[in-house]
């Protein structure tokens, strides 16, 4: 199966439709998704600057709530735009994760989206025929 995802409208919110073989590349697939909300040209945004990220074992779907509000949290926090993700994820092992990003730099980055949150609303995390799709909806 071919990694991919997409936005789709939600109200005032705004809907990520991730769909992954396996559920590592899903987790790293919705933080990339979330990253290429934020910013205009997510291929403009280098992998300069390390920060790694741990969580403990939660259900699925909470696992994939607090991944995303991690990345957000570092954008609001340290102003850092994603690049890459690399994910080790599992209910019982909780997720290990490296995020590859820089700071956002107003010469080179346009905001896209102002995301405020991640929210619950219609979270989904499940295995399908074709590997693991997930939805989630954020504030903006």
């Not at 790694?52 to 570092?74: G, K, N, Q, S």
């Not at 102003?79 to 994910?87: G, Q």
């Not at 590997?131 to 954020?138: K, N, P, Q, R, S």
Request: charged fraction near 25%; hydrophobic fraction near 45%; proline fraction near 4%.
């Amino acid at each position: 199966m071919n990694t991919m995802f997409e936005t789709f409208d939600h109200t005032a919110d705004l809907g990520l439709r991730i769909r992954a073989g396996d559920l590592n590349t899903l987790f790293a697939e919705a933080g990339l998704a979330l990253g290429s909300i934020l910013v205009e040209d997510p291929a403009s945004v280098q992998p300069a600057r390390r920060v790694a990220i741990d969580l403990p074992a939660d259900e699925v779907e909470y696992l994939l709530f607090d991944w995303l509000r991690a990345i957000l949290y570092h954008f609001e926090v340290d102003h850092l735009l994603v690049a890459r993700c690399e994910v080790r994820v599992g209910p019982s092992a909780g997720l290990q994760a490296v995020l590859e990003g820089e700071t956002f730099d107003p010469l080179r980055h346009e905001l896209s989206h102002e995301v405020k949150a991640i929210t619950y609303h219609d979270l989904r995390v499940e295995e399908t025929e074709d590997g693991w799709l997930a939805e989630v909806i954020v504030d903006i």
